[in-house]
């Protein structure tokens, strides 16, 4: 297996960040890389979760290339050029195929592949769980196989008493989907691990803590992956 590092946490937790930081120190000892995105979740230019309003300063990722599979990127023709060293950013989103499936053994099979290819350092990041709760494959498996996981953190962002009163500010793991209209999260026995294709405006991400990710059945609504406009 290559050497792996892996960012993972929820919503606003700096994952991007510390990958682009990797970026930086790679570039400055003049270590080549090459950075790739998946194409399931590809908005324009910019990479990000449904429903995220990215704002027209947002940073890209340098020299970043959408793949529609980790199978896609040429690892023996990157070799040949002296390429070691793999980025890839929403790195969740490969573990799933274009029916929106989980893909069994994914991990094990392509950083194999990508060893013997001469592929020597990956450096990924993405959620580790959808707001269902559920674990993404990928990162299950990193663990599983020995890659540095690096857990990153962020401050709960549920409103404790109404949208303009303070946040709650508690350390925040996990990442919550609710509607911006009435600031109700939604059921997570209702949502789909990654959401259906689709524009819902209405729909926004938030770190949250275990306190604020468990609501009582009043505080939140059934998700309708049907609700796309």
Request: with cysteine; net charge neutral.
């Amino acid at each position: 297996m290559p050497e792996v590092t892996v960012y993972t946490g929820p919503m606003g937790a700096g994952k991007t960040t510390r990958l682009y930081g990797k970026m930086g120190e790679l570039t400055h000892l003049g270590i080549p890389y090459e950075a790739y995105r998946p194409g399931v979740d590809v908005r324009d230019v910019v990479i990000a979760p449904r429903g995220y309003v990215v704002s027209a300063n947002a940073a890209l990722t340098p020299n970043c290339t959408t793949v529609e599979s980790l199978g896609d990127i040429p690892v023996e023709e990157l070799v040949l050029r002296g390429i070691k060293t793999l980025f890839l950013e929403e790195w969740f989103m490969f573990g799933f195929d274009h029916q929106r499936r989980p893909i069994s053994g994914l991990y094990r099979e392509i950083m194999g592949w990508w060893a013997l290819a001469g592929i020597e350092r990956v450096y990924a990041a993405g959620l580790d769980q959808g707001a269902s709760g559920n674990q993404f494959g990928l990162v299950v498996d990193a663990r599983r196989y020995g890659a540095k996981v690096v857990v990153c953190t962020a401050k709960c962002a549920y409103p404790v008493n109404g949208e303009r009163d303070p946040k709650c500010g508690r350390v925040a793991r996990n990442s919550q989907i609710y509607d911006v209209r009435d600031n109700r999260a939604f059921d997570m026995e209702t949502l789909p691990d990654l959401l259906p294709e689709g524009l819902r405006p209405h729909d926004r991400y938030r770190a949250v803590c275990t306190q604020h990710l468990l609501l009582p059945a009043e505080q939140t609504k059934p998700f309708d992956p049907r609700q796309t406009w």
